[in-house]
């Protein structure tokens, strides 16, 4: 049996004696409001939002015992007692028993449908376009959050409706239809329903809670839509991952500490264990270090893949080590279920003016393994708008930060941070007055490509110093810095190479090995009179087809068995080679053809 209803008030009134296995409702619902499209009251640029209609199946399970939950099940004993908030705009009608057909009546609001879709009967068939999915989200009805979906329900008589959604959740199913009710229990409810893959929002959307997941397998597509935060719930002091949405992986209690017995090579993809047994192919481990002199010097702290056992106390992971770690040093292997296969796009966000406790920003990324982010356009954001920690194999793209509400105050501003990640690209971003466009800490191989930042004074593209290594940027706009954050990260990077790069800045003094400029151009500007020159540690660095004011030489390392060299290049002040002082250049630095 087929019912056409208009609202989940006619839905529960349905006679459940006489529901069957199968039968299915439908309803049609199309808001009287649709959100701020194209922006906001307060001039602030939107997306593209614009509710529009949306048409929600429900299926009749009578041996369904899964608690209600507001979203993914509905069960016809629970609507009083969860209490509600129905459809947006949508009125209860009187129920009349009217006597017709195999319902026994007729239902105001309820138009009982002669066809019937192939196996409705015995719970087999589905409506077109469905494509089999069943459990997903329904409009309107708030119920207990804190029960997780899935579980059986101890105090509800078995039967409910769920939603055949083909896998795809729409925050429209709960009645929002634009920024006037939070989007939380909405968000919620979805992403913690393994059977819904991909979260699909159509209109502007508020919420109002940080919240934490562990999904994965899930997309989140906003379709340009604006997302607000007004009346967020107070940061914790110092945590950028306080985001709206933290995907994060768990850390198991598995563990091994190894003092090393031997070197571990600089390029070695093979790690000395305590005991190999323990060890799994296809597992995931951070693997680190004991740290040097400073706080957070060290040379490892990444989440690595297990390819291959070796022996006892030898296996294979999926990164040659950039770094070597002498005998002696400490390694400690932590076994970490990672999230995976989590992609966010197209939201545009703003966050909130003020400072610390109301700053908010869209989505951190913890203990993850490819997962994506693009189109994502933020404002007024206070700590990165993207970020990651122990990320690996990712990608993000097309995304934008514009004023965020704080760039002095440290780790503040950023429009990406990755913290001991690998295997990332960043792509086709920009920001507008930012403290960093893109901020590697303790991360490796890895490529910035086509980003550009103005108002770029704090520097566009930073490394920390805490042993990044093989990085690429190329064909990007914005002041650089490298390994510059000071001698609690170890102050050391190397084998970064910079190719087709403007800017106003090259600042690189630092323990900085191995790097490579080519067609990289520098220009004082007259809002920053400081800029202008090339500042560069001259341990393996090649320098090609550059120009700048100045290019100033000092040494702090000498790491590099390559030769420092300058060729094809102008600067218009010349070259000055530090000779005194703690910095004093000592190694050979060959210049070539005419200045």
Known sequence: MIYHIDSIE??????????????TAILSRFPGQTGL???SDDGRPGGSSGAGGVVIRLQWQPECTLSPNGGTVIAPESAGSVGGAKLEGAEIGEVEFEGAGDCGGELEGVEVGEAEFEGARDGEGELEGTEGGVGGAVAGLAGPADRPSGQASATLPPGRWRLLHGGVGDFRYFGIFGPERPADHALEVMVNDPEIKRIEAYTDLRFTKRHKFQRSGLELDFHHCTITTDGIEPAKHNDPFGAVMHFCGRVTEVRQRLVLTEPLRELEDIFEVADSSAFQVYDWWVVSVNPLAGKEEKEIDKLLMVTEIIDATHVRFNYKIGWELATGRVVTYQRVEPVRHVHVRNMVFWGNDGGEERGVQPLALEYAVECDVSGLKAYHTYWPVIMRRHNTHYVTERCTLVNPVEVVVGGTGYLTQQIHCLYGKVRDCTTSNARHLNDFTGSAYSMVEN???DGDYHGAFVTHGQFEHDLTYVGNSGLISFANSGPTWGESARRIAVKRHSGC?????????????????????????????MLINADGVQIRGCTADKLIFTQRSARSRRPNIVQDCHFTDGIDITRQGAQTVTAKIKVRDEL
């Open 10 to 23: 006619a839905l529960m009134t349905l006679p459940v004696e006489r529901l069957q296995n199968g039968d």
């Open 37 to 39: 499209a194209g922006g």
């Open 451 to 453: 980003c550009h930042g």
């Open 505 to 533: 800045w090259m600042i690189a003094r630092a323990k900085v090995s191995d790097l490579t400029l080519e067609d990289v151009h520098i220009t004082k500007t007259q809002s920053y009179p400081q800029c202008g020159t």
